[in-house]
C-alpha cells in the first residue's frame, strides 16, 4: 500500500471532548492519565521513506550525521569549561553508544518521524549517569493539566512502562495538527516518495520484462480461436523466451494471424526521468537539502557545490543542531547544577570554529574585520574572538 494511503488513508484527528474557561488554551483531549496515541506511523515512515526511498535515506543520513560532527561546548557566561561531568556523559552516554552516534540516531529519530526520544538514568536526585534513546513508535504521551505533559509511556513487546516526564526528553517539530507530537518531514513528502518509490518499481519490472511495455496478442480475421492448448503454449513461450532482461531485444515471432498492440506508454512517453528527477527535488527539499547535493540532474539552484553545501549548513544543519542543543542544556543542567548558588547557568552550544563546510565564510569575515581600519587592533581581536593583547 502507498505511504500517502497508509499515512491519511481513513484517518480522523481526535476531537476535544472538553473544553476550558479563559485564561489558559484549550487543547485537545483525551482523559485524565490516558496515553495518546501518535497519530502517524512511523513504522510506515521507516520502511517505505527511510529503507525504500534512497532519496529520503541519503537525505536523512546527511542532515543527521552532519548534525553529529558539530562539537558541543559547556559554557558558564562567557567562559568555556573543557573538563566537566556532563560533557563526560555527552561523550558516553550509555555503554552501547558513544556521544557522536547518540546524537546522530536522536538527530535521524527526529527527521523520520517529527519526534525523538531519551531517557536519563541515575540516581532520584542528583545526576543521571546515562542516557539512552527510545524509539518513538514505542513511546506514548500521557497528557497532564494545562496541556502539559504528565509522564510518557513506552510499550515494547506488550510489557508497559511509565517514566516521569523530567526524566524523558521529547524532541519535537512543529505540528499544526497535533498538541503533543512532531510532524515528520516525510508526511509533507509523502506523496512524492510514493511517486518516487512507484516509478524505481516501474521501471525494473519493464526491466525484467525486456524492456517492453505491456501490450496484448490478438487475432484478426482468424477462422478460429486459439484453443486451450494453443494458448497455453503461447502463454509459455512467451513467459520463457521472452521476458526478463536476458531476453532483452529478442523479437517476437508471431503464427496463426496472431498480432501484438501496445496498451502501455513507453518510457519516452510517459517522460519518466523528468517524472522521477522532480520527486527527487521534492523530497530532498521537504528535508531541507539542496537538491544538487542528492545528485538529481538539472537541480542546480545554486552557482556550484560549495555555495549549495554552505546552504545546507546555514540552513537546515545549524538551525537543528542549534534546537537540539538547547533541548539538551534545558533537558540535563538542572541535575548539574544543584548547589550552584544562583551563578551564572550552564549551557551548551556549538562549537562552529572548525567545521570545514563553514571555512571559506570565516575566512572572508576574517578578511572584512581585519582590514577594517576604523578599528583598533584589539577591537579586531575581540570581534574575532581572541580578546585583547595582554
Sequence with gaps: MALWTRLFGGHSEPTATTTK?????????????NAVATPRRYDRLADEGYRQ??????????????????????????????EHPLLSLLSRPNPRLKGENFLYNLAGYYLIAGNAYALKVGPDTGAPKELWLMRPDTMQVIEGKDGLPAGFEQQVAGKKQRFEAASVLHLKSFNPLSDWYGMAPLEAAAMAVDAHNDGSRWNLALIQNGGTPSGVLYQEDADAPLTDTQFRKLKEQIETQYTGAINA???????GGLKWAEMGMSPKDMDWASAKNMTAREIALAFGVPPQMMGVPDAQTYANYAEARQSLWEDTVIPLATDMAQELTNWLVPDFEQGNGG???????????????LAHKRAERFNRIAGASFLSDDEKRTALGFGKKT
Excluded at 474557561?21 to 483531549?29: D, I, L, N, S, T
Excluded at 532519496?55 to 568555556?80: C, E, F, H
Excluded at 531485444?249 to 503464427?255: K, Q, V
Excluded at 551563578?343 to 563546510?357: F, N, T
Design 21 to 33: 474557561q479563559a485564561h489558559r488554551p484549550v487543547f485537545a483531549r483525551v482523559g485524565p492519565g
Design 53 to 82: 526511498n534512497v532519496i529520503a535515506y541519503r537525505a536523512i543520513n546527511l542532515v543527521a550525521k552532519a548534525v553529529a560532527s558539530i562539537p558541543l561546548s559547556l559554557q558558564r557566561g562567557d567562559d568555556q569549561i573543557s
Design 249 to 255: 531485444g529478442r523479437p517476437l515471432l508471431l503464427e
Design 343 to 357: 551563578g551564572e547557568p550552564l549551557k551548551l552550544a556549538l562549537d562552529l570554529d572548525d567545521l570545514p563546510a
